[in-house]
């Protein structure tokens, strides 16, 4: 079935610093998604990518989808502590699912 | 604003005890899914549905089933809870087309603890 990897499991930065959060599948993707956790919150949607090569940024965040289609990330600049969460991409599965890697924990100190 | 609200926040019960899990949401969309969630594991797909009276098995469905009588409502079922089933379960819904599942809304989560 679908595999997703999703690296590093736990990121801790300074705060100001970058991060960079990666998602890699083992076939060729329709899509991805980018979801952000908050502690004790639920997972919400940040971005949708569709289109081999896509970048798209949010403010400080810039989500990026590689030319295979198979690879993509989440780089955060000049992290803030409001940036503490976890994130999550999310593959389409061939069934219409969503199928999710199992995170990247970022811890920011002040 | 979608709303996807799940009966319970937390649930303690006892091992063998069905368990019922329901939510509802207020967006008529098609699609609904079931996630559990543990330390170190992600989200993991319990069961989906795309229309009503329409399930699909994700990657963990033992030891669980699901009901969708109407559109808005999705429930999951525990026929006799298990310790390993001591979770926070995740509703969530979309309104995809065809492969594209689109934007997930979750529910807060049920935490359940089966002693």
């Not at chain 1, 998604?33 to 810039?62: A, C, D, M, N």
């Not at chain 2, 609200?5 to 368990?19: A, F, N």
């Not at chain 2, 469905?61 to 026929?79: A, D, N, T, W």
């Amino acid at each position: 079935g679908q595999q997703v990897m999703q690296i590093p499991q736990y990121q801790h930065v300074q705060e100001g610093e970058d991060f960079t959060t990666y998602c890699n599948s083992s076939t060729t993707l329709s899509n991805i998604q980018w979801y952000k956790q908050r502690p004790g919150g639920h997972p919400v949607f940040l971005i949708q990518l569709v289109k081999s090569g896509e970048v798209k940024k949010q403010k400080r965040l810039t989500f990026q989808f590689g030319e295979a289609k198979k690879n993509s990330s989440l780089h955060i600049t000049a992290t803030q502590t409001t940036d503490v969460g976890t994130y999550f991409c999310a593959l389409g599965g061939s069934q219409g699912n969503l199928i999710f890697g199992k995170g990247t924990k970022l811890s920011v100190k002040p | 604003d979608v709303k996807v609200t799940q009966s319970s926040r937390y649930l303690v019960k006892r091992t063998g005890e069905k368990v019922f899990l329901e939510c509802v949401q207020d967006m008529d969309h098609e699609n609904m899914f079931w996630y559990r969630q543990d330390p170190g594991l992600g989200l993991r797909l319990i069961y989906f549905s795309y229309d009503v009276k329409m399930k699909e098995k994700g990657d963990i469905p033992e030891g669980y089933s699901v009901s969708r009588e109407k559109k808005e409502r999705f429930s999951l079922i525990l026929e006799s809870a298990s310790t390993s089933q001591t979770s926070m379960y995740l509703c969530a819904s979309s309104y995809g087309e065809g492969f594209n599942t689109g934007e997930l809304f979750f529910g807060e989560g049920s935490r359940l603890t089966v002693l």
